[in-house]
């Protein structure tokens, strides 16, 4: 069963870089899924960030996209996220996903809180 | 954007009855909308994709019907572990979540 990891800071300084990334293990990243990263603030909804495919093909929301970079890195069988000049609304838990080829999120996990705040 | 309007913000239900959570979009997503449960410090949950596909491992008394723009996932018999909020993805266009039905067990 493939499952998901997320690391990274937990704490960015303002007009920083939050930088995150996703293990995937008892897969490969290769496997025909798209990868995908969604956010959630402390006591509100969802928002999709952006999704990548082990070919490097990457689409991202277009509220977020002049911000974001996904990449992955299949030698080492993970995914990126970068999210740029970020402020306190970034504030928020990150989760990396798998994603099915239609665009839903077969599984996640289990997340990880960045908090922006100097 | 596709905006996604779920309602009951809340509803509360007693066990063994049936919890109707409504889903709609502001265009059509043709059936390609998905349900998710989220308990509390957990990631959410794959429950329904295309609109009335279950995922799998997902018992039957979970369902979901609709198209183009009006969905409903209904839960029937509902147990306590039920209790979650209830959150729909549309994927037709991009992909955008609505706000959530947080669903109470009395």
């Known amino acids: 069963q493939v499952q998901l990891q997320e690391s990274g800071p937990g704490l960015v300084k303002p007009s920083g870089t939050l930088s995150l990334t996703c293990a995937v293990s008892?897969?490969?990243?290769?496997?025909?899924?798209?990868w995908g990263w969604v956010r959630q603030p402390p006591g509100k909804g969802l928002e999709w960030i952006g999704e990548?495919?082990?070919?490097?093909?990457?689409n991202y929301n277009p509220s977020l996209a002049s911000r974001v970079t996904i990449s992955v890195d299949k030698s080492k069988n993970q995914f990126s996220l970068k999210l740029s000049s970020v402020t306190a609304t970034d504030t928020a838990v990150y989760y990396c996903?798998?994603?099915?080829?239609?665009?839903?999120?077969?599984?996640w996990g289990q997340g990880t809180l960045v908090t922006v705040s100097s | 954007e596709v905006v996604l309007t779920q309602s009951p913000a809340t509803l509360s239900v007693s066990p063994g009855e049936r919890a109707t959570l409504s889903c709609r979009a502001s265009?059509?997503?043709?059936?390609?909308l998905a349900w998710y449960q989220q308990k509390p410090g957990q990631a959410p949950r794959l429950l329904i994709s295309?609109?009335?596909t279950r995922a799998t491992g997902i018992p039957a008394r979970f369902s979901g019907s609709g198209s183009g723009t009006e969905f409903t996932l209904t839960i029937s018999s509902l147990q306590s572990e039920d209790s979650a909020v209830y959150y729909c993805?549309?994927?037709?266009?991009?992909?955008?979540f609505g706000q959530g039905t947080k669903l109470e067990i009395k």
């Open positions: 996903a798998r994603e099915s080829s239609e665009g839903y999120t077969y599984s």
């Open positions: 008892g897969g490969s990243i290769s496997n025909g899924n798209w």
């Open positions: 990548i495919y082990h070919t490097g093909s990457s």
């Open positions: 265009q059509s997503v043709s059936i390609n």
């Open positions: 295309g609109a009335s």
């Open positions: 993805q549309q994927y037709n266009n991009w992909r955008t």
